[in-house]
């Protein structure tokens, strides 16, 4: 039993630390002022990073992953801090 308990710790703490390098958020390429520019996501840890000339959707799959594991605490603020709006389209 007591092993068990082990393996699945193990399991656990590798499963959230490939969580917390992932994300379903995705960086995009637009061409803005005759130049190609890649646009990252934003979070709130950065709101400065967000483009005027860019249209942002939230990302889904990082909010619905934020619920799952919120008794973590550090996954949802690395998350929804890091990447919850993603580049959508151009205005």
């Given amino acids: 039993m007591r092993k068990l ?11 959230l630390s490939i969580i917390l390098f992932t994300s379903c958020a995705d960086s995009k390429d637009f061409v803005i002022d005759g130049k ?15 483009n005027d000339s860019i249209e942002y959707e939230i990302n889904v799959g990082n909010v619905v992953w934020s619920i799952i594991l919120s008794e973590t ?4 603020i690395i ?3 890091d990447q919850l ?7």
């Fill in 5 to 15: 308990k082990k393996i699945l710790n193990y399991t656990l703490c590798l499963v």
């Fill in 36 to 50: 190609e520019v890649t646009i990252e996501p934003y979070g709130w840890f950065d709101l400065d990073a967000k």
């Fill in 73 to 76: 605490i550090v996954v949802p």
């Fill in 79 to 81: 998350l929804t801090g």
């Fill in 85 to 91: 709006y993603e580049p959508k389209t151009k205005k």
